[in-house]
């Protein structure tokens, strides 16, 4: 074991490989690129250490130089000796692999499932199937191993589950909160060292103040003064007074555990003591003192199983997990996505990871989206490698992300849908006739200059030819957005244009996706983000509605034309109010990237200047846009089925696609009804969820104007970031007293909160 | 413009198979595939009749009863353990590596190994040169418990449509 680690471990910068600690189930912390892990909560192991390193420090302070001098110099190089061995035995149990168990890969889980029989079926992922336990006979003693349903093993004899590490590790002794560690087959010797070394300082410290105590005392009568000389003294004899019978007590204790081979557990248990009439003898136990102390304090030592710095690799992450394919969900919206009566473009699976993917939108052409394309081949959507939904998330570090643990990288590997290209064929006329809205969205991670270089060129053509559709339509708005589209300057941040008509596909894409990703069973983070609170009501206010064609242009121009950071955006707004009379009020600030995972609030401010901010606020603008033109095409195209068009507001398309974005499903759900999203997306058809979800707008007026009057915009606020905060990757809303080790270990969504609270808090970001 | 029509979803179960899927991408094919070449896996647990150490049973397990002799299979199997037996037997070699270790606050395992782990290593090449000359030519594929945690011997049975 290692204990330079630090400098040992320098990563060439440039290449980020994901190592398997960075997937770990379990709760570990690690350290130093996983050559150290210990538990998840270290602050007393911090107390510990200061404790011991600040009273030796008093003592090397105020005693040595006494006692060095009038009995013999030795005494600081016994006490720096014993203090270091402490400290280096402290250390080496905190960060050393106790004996951590490596989950079961899935095909082991499977196989052990099977050879499992449970009489009824598994229809509810909350059924809890009966304790699972097998008999051994060890060395003629007849044991039971217990199925460790976190894990998916049989657990060894003498191993433990460690519910604050959320690991089962081999000979489980305890877990040492002192220490920041279990205690397990592989630091037992660690700390137990650990111990007798503590008792022997303790016993020195103490006993060379009381003799520093008791020599001052000889020159001085009063006790006061005694104390007033060696204040310090007093208080290392105190400290270390009180600690010794703990830390002797403990190192007799365990002393006993050794020589007889037990662990604290089964002490604790009971398993193989006398009292319960000869219930058993040890079966592991040597027989011998010595060899027992032998075998466990100088015994082979095995080394980690859990391989925390190997490299993750695809199959290792397809292994670990649920699902198993590395296709990017993507392609599964692609090939799941039906619509019936128009031509949908589908992207290139960002597998491809090629920049050149033209995509046609109506006319004009997209790139591809540029971002971290190294990721390709895994999908922030594809989770985690702990096993999805399984085992509690552990934030963004168990993305399976190739490369980064940023939380940007969420979204980055997110498919934009903008890549979903609808022909609008199928769309309304009084929209689809030539008004290609465009709807800019800023990717405030660009891959590299030189795509944005080369997708500049494209974008400026998708903007002519976007501008070129909108001068057919006979608005005197267009010239308004013309004027705002020539003047939108790009900047290094990406713009991907995109056109409306690709709402319809996005929204089916949007389901479909959502009906993939519960498919392939993401992990509990990611199954927080199905849990869209379908059956919140929408909380824009019904505007009135405006049926002339100039008022729907202008609302879906309203709803879907951002500029980023310009000083555009209010003159537009200014504008396409004075024009288009529009009841909902434009959005305020451009969706920069809606990130579903961040605990940043709506935050409502006018031009935000940062093209880089996260920019949140105009989901309660959107909402309310959104509504509005709900309300405009449902009033106007109620007899339509399939091709109402969906005009959806731009954060939906934002370029960091939130394919789980509250506001699409919640729209969704609004349309379907109050159970149906939950019903589609469980259901395994795919034929007919797209047109369920195109369908949707015709049944909004039917059963859920109501519903959407319901709203307010305070209540959307709050809703919106309660979604957000429910979704956050880091601070996900989670139940966690209703998850028992079945709901660990299958995917279960007990723990997720499931019903929305009514009116409920802001969070705490 | 470039238009790809997708009139039918791709048909595909709503729950893929997913040990098949599994395994078709554990075997390292790193392109996905809907194929029917997935393949079964076989565990082969560990057996504690001696305690905690390390053993499998050596008993042939029903799926590869046609597939291997028994008498290969087991010879394997107890080779294994008699490999494991030696890595963490307590010789005297091997508790005067603990104490030294010990005193140089384990700083001596940067230079060298444990014996553990040397012996793991010998595991590794007996199990390789075991998949080459037996096991692959019976189209199956053993992987070393090291990977698995050393809880189970993991058998590949390779080129077989694959089950739930």
């Known amino acids: ?207 060379c103040s009381v003799t520093h105590l008791v020599l001052l005392m000889k020159t001085e009568t009063k006790v006061i003064e005694v104390i007033k000389t060696a204040p310090f003294t007093v208080i290392v004899v105190f400290i270390c007074f009180f600690s010794i019978w703990s830390v002797i007590g403990l190192a007799g204790f365990h002393t006993y555990l050794t020589t007889s081979d037990q662990t604290t557990n089964e002490d604790l248990k009971g398993s193989f003591s006398a009292k ?112 999805g939904g399984v085992y509690r998330p552990r934030s963004y570090d168990n993305l399976q992300n190739g490369n980064s643990n940023s939380l940007a990288h969420l979204v980055e590997n997110e498919i934009p849908l903008s890549h979903i290209d609808v022909t609008p064929a199928q769309h309304s006329q009084s929209l689809s006739s030539g008004l290609n809205q465009s709807r800019r969205f800023r990717h405030h991670k660009h ?27 006979a608005t005197n708005i267009h010239p308004n957005i013309l004027t705002m589209t020539n003047n939108q300057t790009f900047d290094d941040d990406e713009v991907v244009v995109v056109d409306t008509t690709e709402v319809v596909a996005a929204v089916s894409a949007i389901a479909a996706t959502n009906k993939a990703r519960e498919r392939h069973h993401l992990s509990g983070s990611y199954n927080n983000l199905f849990h869209v609170d379908f059956d919140s009501s929408l909380s824009s206010p019904t505007t009135p509605t405006n049926t002339s064609p100039l008022a729907d242009l202008s609302a879906t121009a309203n709803a879907d ?183 660990l270990a299958n995917n279960s969504r007990v723990c997720l909160i499931k019903s929305p609270p009514p009116p409920p808090p802001p969070p705490t970001a | 413009m470039s238009v790809k029509t997708t009139s039918k979803p791709v048909p595909k179960k709503s729950l893929p198979p997913r040990s098949k899927m599994a395994q078709n991408t554990a075997t390292g094919t790193g392109t996905p595939s809907n194929l029917q070449t997935g393949f079964n896996k076989v565990f082969i647990q560990r057996d504690y009749s001696e305690g905690t150490a390390v053993k499998f049973h050596t008993r042939l397990p029903s799926e590869l009863e046609g597939l291997i002799e028994r008498h290969a299979f087991e010879s394997t199997i107890t080779r294994l353990n008699e490999f494991f037996a030696e890595a963490e037997k307590g010789s005297c070699s091997t508790y005067c590596e603990g104490c030294i270790g010990c005193i140089t606050a384990y700083l001596v395992y940067m230079c060298s190994e444990t014996h553990y782990e040397k012996t793991l290593r010998k595991i590794s090449k007996f199990i390789a040169s075991q998949n080459e000359r037996i096991y692959n030519p019976k189209g199956l594929q053993m992987i070393d418990p090291t990977y698995r945690g050393l809880r189970v011997i993991e058998i590949s049975i390779l080129d077989r449509p694959g089950r739930t």
């Not at chain 1, 109402?644 to 954060?651: G, H, R």
Request: charged share 20%; with cysteine; hydrophobic share 35%.
């Open chain 1, 561 to 743: 034309f951002y500029k980023s950071s310009s000083p555009d955006t209010n003159l537009m707004t200014a504008t396409l109010m004075a024009s288009g009379n529009l009841p909902a009020k434009l959005p305020l600030s451009i969706s920069q990237t809606e990130n579903m995972y961040s605990n940043v609030p709506p935050v409502k401010t006018n031009n935000e200047e940062d093209a880089n901010l996260h920019v949140y606020s105009n989901l309660v603008d959107d909402r309310k846009a959104q509504q509005h033109t709900i309300n405009t095409k449902n009033q106007a195209n109620v007899s339509h089925s399939a091709n109402v068009p969906l005009d959806l507001p731009s954060t939906l398309l934002c370029d960091e696609l939130d394919l789980d974005d509250p506001m699409t499903a919640s729209f969704v759900a609004q349309g379907t009804g109050s159970k149906k999203p939950r019903k589609y997306l469980t259901r395994h058809n795919y034929n007919s969820n797209v047109p369920d979800v195109l369908q949707t707008p015709a049944n909004i007026s039917s059963t859920d104007t109501a519903k959407l009057n319901r709203s307010t915009p305070r209540d959307l606020t709050t809703n919106r970031l309660r979604i957000l905060h429910d979704t956050t990757m880091i601070d996900t809303d989670l139940d966690l007293d209703s998850l028992d080790d079945v709901s």
């Open chain 1, 1 to 207: 074991m290692n204990l330079l680690c630090c400098c040992c471990c320098n990563m060439a910068p440039n290449t980020r490989v994901t190592r398997k600690w960075e997937l770990f189930a379990g709760r570990n912390k690690f350290y130093c690129d996983g050559l150290l892990m210990s538990a998840p909560h270290t602050s007393v192991f911090y107390l510990t250490c200061i404790l011991i390193t600040g009273t030796s420090a008093l003592f090397f302070a105020f005693d040595c130089p006494f006692l060095a001098t009038r009995i013999n110099p030795i005494i600081p190089i016994v006490g720096a000796v014993l203090y270091f061995f402490t400290m280096s035995s402290l250390l080496r149990t905190t960060f050393t692999d106790p004996g951590v168990i490596p989950r079961a890969s899935y095909d082991e889980a499977a196989y052990i499932e099977k050879q499992i029989e449970v009489p009824n079926s598994l229809n509810s992922p909350t059924y809890r199937p009966p304790p699972r336990t097998k008999e051994v006979l060890v060395k003629g003693q007849t044991v039971k191993l217990k199925y460790c349903f976190t894990c998916k093993i049989f657990r060894p004899p003498r191993a433990s589950h460690c519910s604050q590490c959320d690991n089962c590790v081999e000979r489980f002794d305890h877990h040492c909160p002192w220490v920041g560690n279990c205690v397990g087959k592989r630091n037992y010797r660690f700390f137990y060292l650990f111990l007798v070394s503590l008792a022997f300082l303790a016993v020195f410290i103490f006993s």
């Open chain 1, 276 to 387: 319960g009439g000869q219930r058993s003898v040890n079966p592991y136990s040597r027989g011998n003192i010595c060899l027992n102390c032998c075998h466990i304090l100088c015994g082979p030592m095995t080394p980690s199983l859990i391989d925390r710095r190997g490299i993750a690799t695809d199959e290792y992450i397809s292994q670990m997990q649920q699902h198993s394919s590395p296709r990017h969900p993507l392609s599964d919206v692609i090939s799941a996505t039906h619509v019936p009566s128009s031509a949908m473009i589908t992207a290139q699976p960002i597998v491809a990871a090629s920049s050149n993917n033209v995509l046609g939108i109506g006319g004009t052409d997209l790139k591809q989206r540029f971002y971290d394309e190294s990721n390709a081949s895994s999908s922030a959507l594809e989770t985690s490698a702990h096993g």
């Open chain 1, 447 to 473: 891959k590299s200059q030189q795509h944005a270089t080369d997708s500049t060129d494209e974008y400026l053509q998708d903007i002519e030819l976007a501008d070129n559709a909108i001068t057919t339509s």
